[in-house]
């Protein structure tokens, strides 16, 4: 199965403040159709997870602009420009490139 | 509006099953399939399998083949997922969530989650 590693596992931040998740995967995301199937969703407290990027840097159905996700074959960035209240909560990548369908382990953005 | 309403907690004894249902509404059932994903407390989110709506077609991750059986009601548009032989390690929550695409795809709509408890 397909390993994504996510760093750091924690992250605090102010409000306002501009930070970077890294997800790292055991494998290329890039099948032989020249797609990469590398996805990102937040888990606020007690809810479902919520997609926030599609297909590496797409931005989901109402997800603000500060968020943004780049990277390519192994290596993929979820950016939040300026953090705000509403962002605190556990950040996820998943991969759909590879059979089993996999999560990363979450990064947990917390206020300083 | 596409809801994905998912049956209540359940509490169950070893070596006992369970059958969760997610009812949805607001879109074509038999146009779409259906994920069930597993999160254990605090942990990792795992991809248990998918079933088409339309055919009652099925996909599972090997790790939960025999554990998870998943099954569709058209005419009422729920899917469901039989879970056997449950152990500690089947406490969790459990997910219903639908695929975007019929492919490797994202999940648009997630239900709110169900807790399974495993205890005697």
């Known amino acids: 199965d397909v390993v994504l590693t996510q760093t750091p596992s924690t992250l605090s931040a102010t409000i306002g403040q501009s930070v970077s998740i890294s997800c790292r995967s055991s494998q290329s995301l890039l099948d032989s159709a020249g797609n990469t199937y590398l996805y990102w969703y937040l888990q606020r407290p007690g809810q479902s997870p919520q997609l926030l990027i599609y297909l590496v840097s797409n931005l989901g159905s109402g997800v603000p602009n500060r968020f943004s996700g780049s990277g390519s074959g192994t290596d993929f960035t979820l950016k939040i420009s300026g953090v705000e209240a509403e962002d605190l909560g556990v950040y996820y990548c998943?991969?759909?490139?590879?059979?089993?369908?996999?999560f990363g382990g979450g990064t947990k953005l917390e206020l300083k | 509006e596409v809801q994905l309403q998912q049956s209540g907690a359940e509490l169950v004894k070893p070596g006992a099953s369970v059958k969760l249902s997610c009812k949805t509404s607001?879109?074509?059932?038999?146009?779409?399939?259906m994920s069930w994903l597993k999160q254990m407390p605090g942990q990792n989110i795992e991809w248990i399998g998918n079933i088409y709506g339309g055919n009652g077609g099925t996909g599972y991750n090997q790790k939960f083949k025999g554990k998870a059986t998943l099954t569709v009601d058209k005419s009422s548009s729920t899917a469901y997922m039989d879970l056997s032989s449950l152990t500690s390690e089947d406490s969790a929550v459990y997910f219903c969530?639908?695929?975007?695409?019929?492919?490797?795809?994202?999940?648009?709509?997630w239900g709110q989650g169900v807790m399974v408890t495993v205890s005697s």
């Open positions: 607001g879109y074509t059932f038999s146009n779409y399939y």
């Open positions: 969530a639908r695929p975007y695409y019929p492919g490797p795809s994202y999940f648009d709509y």
């Open positions: 998943m991969q759909a490139t590879h059979a089993p369908w996999t």
